[in-house]
C-alpha cells in the first residue's frame, strides 16, 4: 500500500463511523475534518505536508478510481495539473465546493481487508478504530452492504465501468475502463500470469507477484 490507499483507508473509516459511505460530500471535508494531515501524518507515513496534500490531489483527480468528483471540468482539471512537469500538490484547495462520491466497491474491500488483517479478526464483535482524532475512537462494525452505493437497481448501466461505476465512451470499442483501468466484461479479474484471482485496484497479483498492469 501507498500514501494513495492509505490515504483512502482512513477516508473510509472516518465516513463509515458517520454511516455516510454513499452519500456525497464538499471535497475541503476530505483535509479539514476527515482525513486532516496534522493527526493522521503517522498514519499516511508521509514525509511532509507536500507529500500529503499531493496524495489529496491524486485521490480527488480520480486515480485507481477510489472517489469520484463532480464537476467533470474540476475533476479533468486536476487531472490535467498532474500530468504537468511540476504539480501544485495543493491545486485541490481551488475547489473546496466540489462534491465527492466514494466507489462503494472500493470501500467494502477496504473495510473488509482491514478487518481480515486486524488482530482478533475472527472475532463478530470486532470494533474498527477512527484513525482521523488524536485519540483512537472504538467503532461498530459496518455491514459491508451498507456500504455500496446505490444505482436503482444496484447494477452498473451499459455505459458505466462494472468496477468503478465511471462512465464510459459511447460509439467505441472497450475493453479497460478509462477511469480505473479495469477490464470489462471480463466477469472476474484473474492475472494473466499464474490465473489468480485479482481484486479491484491490485498492482500486483497476490498469488504469485506479477504486475496486473491496471494503474
Not at 8 to 29: C, I, N, Q, S, Y
Not at 194 to 205: I, K, N, R, S, T
Request: net charge negative.
Amino acid at each position: 500500500m501507498d500514501e494513495l490507499d492509505r490515504l483512502f483507508g482512513l477516508l473510509v473509516t472516518a465516513l463509515a463511523r458517520e454511516t455516510r459511505v454513499a452519500v456525497p460530500f464538499p471535497a475541503a471535508e476530505v483535509y479539514e475534518r476527515l482525513v486532516p494531515y496534522r493527526s493522521n501524518r503517522s498514519h499516511l507515513n508521509v514525509a511532509t505536508h507536500q507529500d500529503y496534500e499531493m496524495a489529496v490531489l491524486r485521490l480527488l483527480a480520480g486515480e485507481r478510481g477510489y472517489v469520484q468528483l463532480e464537476p467533470e471540468n474540476v475533476r479533468e482539471a486536476m487531472q490535467r495539473e498532474i500530468a504537468t512537469i511540476n504539480p501544485d500538490p495543493a491545486y485541490f484547495r481551488s475547489f473546496p465546493d466540489a462534491q465527492v462520491m466514494v466507489n462503494g466497491r472500493a470501500a467494502e474491500r477496504m473495510l473488509l481487508a482491514d478487518r481480515a488483517y486486524a488482530p482478533g479478526a475472527d472475532d463478530g464483535d470486532e470494533e474498527l478504530s477512527d484513525a482521523t482524532g488524536e485519540n483512537p475512537v472504538p467503532l461498530p462494525y459496518v455491514p459491508p452492504s451498507s456500504l455500496r452505493v446505490s444505482r436503482g437497481n444496484d447494477a452498473p448501466t451499459s455505459n458505466q465501468c462494472e468496477y468503478c461505476g465511471g462512465v464510459l465512451p459511447g460509439n467505441r470499442e472497450i475493453r479497460f475502463c478509462p477511469h480505473c483501468g479495469q477490464p470489462q466484461g471480463a466477469g472476474e479479474l484473474k492475472c494473466q500470469g499464474c490465473g489468480g484471482e485479482l481484486d479491484v485496484g491490485w498492482a500486483y497479483c497476490l498469488a504469485c507477484g506479477r504486475a496486473t498492469g491496471f494503474e
